[in-house]
């Protein structure tokens, strides 16, 4: 299905095909979050307190957490909000949640060297988020260069080599380099050979949380010591399937990077995507990227309205 929806898009009726895709890889979140909330009344009456609780399961389940699920259903108790009304008080309040985060795209500055630093968990999609959007600043006509970032094992570096090859652009990649080393040599090379992107891979074991932040602020230092603009997006990466430990996650590479934005993975195989809502509120962290399937072009922007219509639809 995805895949007859791209075959057929081109730059003119992308938008269109764009928000059936996020629709189709949405439909297990808003089938949860709605098709067991919204589908079970019949009648109009102001909704009760055996229902009410049911909502807020339903949220808790969808992942929203516990917290915002509670605003929400005290709001819907003391506003004496209605089945009929229900969808779009829903609606207003989910899209209220994504304010708490600056709703931008994701920084891009053609005249700059526009840096990308990935980080997150292992196997949350960092190397194939990075392989994809390589793939679209190419296809845009930028200058690009991939960082083999991830420098413990040498399986990833191969894996990121894979997708530089598959997206036609550049990397940077040496054995038993340290990653800030290569974040720092990547700027160099940007400037000497006129790269405008460059997208950064780093390492996820959060087994060793300590060193693990440690090496990720040397890599954003580096950066920042190199850079005189303010033109480097840090982006966490977070497989939409893990749900509520992505709060977690973004708790601890937050402290280590001062995050700006979320790429959320493998929202085509989850009913999680939920998780942004919490994260908007209480990182302020808007997402910005949506992965929706293992393939180069996979990877959608984050666009609110679009995402909440998704949800709702
Ligand atoms: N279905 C699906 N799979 C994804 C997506 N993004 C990444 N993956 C898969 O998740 C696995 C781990 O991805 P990888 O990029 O290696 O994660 P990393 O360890 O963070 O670099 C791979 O098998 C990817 O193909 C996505 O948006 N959808
Ligand atoms: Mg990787």
Do not use: C
């Not at 709605?34 to 389940?61: C, M, P, R």
């Not at 200058?143 to 420098?151: H, R, S």
């Not at 749900?243 to 979320?262: I, K, P, R, T, Y």
């Amino acid at each position: 299905m995805f895949n007859f929806f791209k075959k057929k898009q081109d730059e003119q009726d992308s938008s269109k095909n764009m928000s059936n895709t996020l629709k189709s890889a949405l439909s297990k979140t808003a089938d949860m979050l709605f098709g067991d909330i919204l589908n079970t009344f019949s009648k109009d009456k102001v909704i009760d307190d055996f229902e009410l609780d049911d909502i807020e399961a339903t949220l808790i389940q969808a992942d929203l957490g516990i917290d915002l699920a509670f605003d929400a259903v005290e709001k819907i108790r003391h506003q004496k909000i209605k089945t009929s009304q229900l969808k779009d008080f829903l609606k207003q309040e989910f899209s209220n949640i994504l304010d708490y985060a600056p709703q931008n795209d994701l920084k891009f500055d053609k005249d700059k060297i526009n840096i990308y630093l990935f980080a997150g968990v292992n196997g949350a999609g960092k190397t194939t988020t990075i392989g994809k959007l390589a793939h679209q600043f190419k296809q845009k006509g930028q200058k690009v260069l991939v960082v083999a970032g991830d420098t413990f094992r040498a399986a990833a570096q191969e894996q990121l080599d894979v997708w530089a090859k598959r997206a036609g652009v550049d990397i940077l990649s040496e054995n038993k380099a340290d990653s800030a080393s290569l974040a720092y040599r990547s700027i160099d090379m940007a400037r000497k050979d006129n790269y405008n992107v460059v997208l950064i891979d780093t390492a996820g074991r959060l087994q060793n949380k300590f060193n693990l932040i440690e090496e990720l602020k040397k890599v954003k230092n580096v950066i920042y010591t190199k850079l005189e603009d303010d033109n480097l997006e840090t982006i966490l990466v977070l497989d939409g399937t893990q749900g509520q430990n992505g709060l977690n996650q973004a708790m601890v590479f937050n402290e280590a990077l001062d995050l700006s934005a979320l790429a959320i993975t493998k929202l085509d195989g989850s009913p999680k995507g939920g998780i942004i809502f919490p994260i908007a509120k209480n990182y302020h962290l808007p997402a910005k990227l949506i992965g929706i399937g293992e393939k180069i072009d996979d990877l959608i922007p984050f666009k609110k309205e679009e995402f909440i219509d998704a949800l709702f639809s």
